[in-house]
């Protein structure tokens, strides 16, 4: 069948147990999942192939492959990016949650911003899927889940060995290697990339000195599947920071100048993680030392009129954590498979500073803190078969967090705990072969920055200021139909809502809580793939999303959602050698004040990509920003102040271009 033919050219092929008797094998190729593998109309499994056929300017645009997902960058490339998806501004990624290998990526209590993300550790090329899921619908999704989750599976089995080697302009260069040896019962995988890159900015040079490396070992032991897992990253950058649009007007600088030019960072990331998978039981721990050291400058002379607004947020920790998993059947009038499960993590943070500086060089403390924070989780999810058409799913699930934070104001210091129980639910009806529809239901959550729990007094006015709560419940759900035809087309949509309990966070830039409201959202996601033939597809992809502060006021906008994603993509399979694709995304005009009168213009990029491959050799270019489009990455709406201008600053739109048109060209020797 021409589809099948397709995933098979796309994705990956994994087996599984579902009983003892019973091996399933399932095809992973598309975003969509299959008719009756999924719990969501709006989750679905993502192949190294379609990865590999994506023109990405950054790693982790790996994530637009999520429908309605957008992914943007606000400062260097060194830094997390910027996540939109189901009307959030997901800032550095508070309320969408990822893991790879098993490891969670989002970050507690982060010098820059919650559950912040960064996935520069990641060597694209090691993926081998990527499960997504929005909503959290699932007992085994917990922190930072409320919009979704997403979870990179390192491959087992490569496909090939592989060295590729990648120019482009801005001196845009990179190295990667990639290789497997069999050695007892499994196999021994390696890899490692080293990126350089100056970017487009007029006035300073990125100088990007990005390394990466894996070493893992794959095989069978104590009659189960195992995997141990090295991986490290280091990174340093310059960063080219958002800039007022006043500076552009007045031609003090251009749309990709800076006005601090001494901004930028350094990061770095190692780890060790063991899985082990038999046929009831699942195990897994890690353990990662995680650094980074950030400087920032977003009001300019608004604080500090001599020496600048320039800061510094450092971040030091050791991440600890395990996971178990026990899955068994229960044979009454309905079969159901349960799976029940703990984990535990432990994030010492041995150092989370804010620090006023001068290019670079530290000039006070703003707050520096140290942190201990435990999470103790227990789930219980139950799929119960009803009928061959109808299949139903309960999860309960319930979290413990505790933290001790030693601030160097001890007014700030403290103890605080929350506990939350959550009940997730949904159902599968499968009214004929292609057609399938879902309702699901969720209580979730996301933790906020433990210091704001403690705080007491503002480390700048040393006034009484608000605590948060240390977890913020979420509640919503979906219903959602999917067509699903073998031959030619593959359709979905979901209506969708979603509450926060609250918004009030703690702010890393500025050392306090920010005041805000609970929220709703709701809206309404669309996708749409079609395959004309087997060499030619187009797939279409809309999200459109409605939120609101739940305050009473006329003055109810979210600040940062955005309204409307969309994004389309052809591929053109043009003979067994030539492969080319094109893709188009558009962001909407997001909201930058409470009162909705400040938005940004909408953004809007196409990127291609042709390639060509045969049996050993794979040369690929990537024409990224096609059209050369001059819209923004990002854009906030807030004061600051330029030197000559009044003590009060001026209210503006501060913005980060996207990079302008950029040609690469990669050629991999395949073995």
């Known amino acids: 069948m021409r589809f099948n033919t397709l995933l098979l050219s796309l994705g990956a092929i994994t087996a599984h147990p579902l009983s003892a008797n019973v091996e399933t094998i399932t095809v992973y190729g598309h975003r969509s999942g299959l008719i009756g593998e999924s719990i969501s109309a709006s989750s ?12 990405m300017l950054r790693s982790a645009e790996m994530l637009e492959l999520i429908p309605g997902m957008a992914v943007t960058q606000h400062s260097g490339s060194g830094k997390a990016n910027q996540y939109f998806i189901r009307g959030f501004n997901l800032d550095h990624g508070t309320d969408f949650a990822t893991y790879i290998d098993g490891m969670p990526i989002n970050m507690r209590s982060h010098g820059h911003g919650q559950g912040y993300t960064d996935l520069n550790f990641i060597i694209p090329e090691t993926i ?4 997504y899921q929005k909503g959290s619908y699932h007992a085994e999704q917990g922190d930072f889940s409320s919009a979704g989750s997403a979870y990179f599976h390192l491959a087992d089995n490569p496909t090939h060995q592989q060295l590729t080697l990648s120019i482009g302009e801005d001196n845009y260069t990179r190295a990667v290697a990639m290789a497997s040896v069999a050695a007892g019962q499994g196999k021994v995988i390696g890899a490692a990339q080293w990126q350089g890159y100056d970017g487009p900015w007029q006035d300073i040079n990125e100088d990007i000195s990005k390394k990466n490396a ?5 095989g069978r032991a104590w009659d189960g599947d195992m995997s141990i897992t090295a991986m490290a990253y280091d990174n340093r950058w310059n960063a080219a920071d958002q800039i007022p649009r006043r500076a552009v007007r007045q031609g003090i600088i251009t749309e990709l100048g800076s006005l601090d030019k001494t901004l930028g960072g350094h990061s770095s990331r190692y780890s060790v993680s063991a899985n082990w998978q038999g046929q009831r039981v ?7 030392d995680y650094k980074l050291d950030l400087f920032s400058n977003f009001t300019y002379f608004l604080n500090d009129p001599i020496n600048g607004d320039q800061f510094q947020q450092y971040d030091e920790r050791v991440i600890s ?18 799976r029940v499960g703990i984990t535990l993590r432990n994030d010492n943070v041995g150092e989370v500073g804010l620090y006023n500086t001068r290019a ?6 703003v707050r520096e803190d140290s942190i201990d924070e435990r999470s103790y989780s227990a789930y219980w999810h139950s799929q119960i078969t009803i009928s061959s058409k109808l299949e139903a799913n309960l999860g309960l699930r319930y979290d413990y967090l505790e933290a001790n934070v030693q601030s160097d104001n001890p007014s700030n210091s403290g103890d605080a705990s929350d506990d939350l129980f959550s009940v997730k639910a949904n159902i599968n009806y499968l009214f004929t072969p292609q057609w399938a529809g879902y309702f699901n239901f969720a209580q979730g959550f996301h933790s906020n920055d433990a210091r704001g729990a403690t705080i007491n007094l503002d480390p700048i006015t040393l006034e009484a200021t608000e605590q948060v709560d240390l977890l913020v419940r979420s509640e919503g759900g979906e219903i959602g139909v999917r067509y699903f035809d073998e031959q030619q087309f593959n359709f979905s949509t979901a209506l969708w809502w979603l509450e926060l309990d609250s918004e009030l966070l703690f702010v890393g830039d500025a050392g306090n809580t920010e005041a805000s409201d609970a929220s709703r959202r709701y809206g309404l996601e669309l996708s749409a793939y079609y395959w004309l033939n087997e060499r030619f597809s187009v797939d279409m992809e809309a999200s459109f999303t409605r939120s609101r502060l739940r305050n009473g006021t006329k003055d109810d906008r979210v600040e940062g959602a955005v309204p409307v994603v969309a994004s389309a993509g052809v591929n053109w399979h043009i003979n067994e050698l030539w492969l080319s694709s094109l893709r188009f995304r558009h962001i909407g005009k997001r909201i930058l004040s409470a009162d909705g009168e400040r938005r940004s213009q909408p953004l809007s990029v196409v990127n291609g990509l042709l390639s060509y491959r045969q049996t050993h050799w794979k040369v690929d270019v990537e024409l990224l920003n096609m059209f050369n489009s001059q819209d923004h990455d990002i854009d906030y709406y807030y004061s600051s102040r330029l030197p000559g201008e009044a003590d009060e600053g001026i209210a ?3 913005f980060h271009p996207i990079e302008p048109r950029t040609l690469r060209l990669s050629v991999s020797w395949l073995f």
């Open 44 to 55: 679905g499994v993502i192949g190294q192939g379609e990865i590999d056929s994506r023109a």
């Open 128 to 131: 081998a899927t990527i499960t």
């Open 214 to 218: 894996l070493l893992r070992y794959v």
């Open 282 to 288: 699942s195990a897994s721990a890690y353990l990662i």
């Open 321 to 338: 954590g395990a996971a178990l998993g026990y899955t068994f059947s229960q044979q009454t009038s309905w079969p159901i498979e349960h």
């Open 360 to 365: 670079r060089q530290r000039l006070s403390t």
């Open 652 to 654: 503006d739109i501060h």
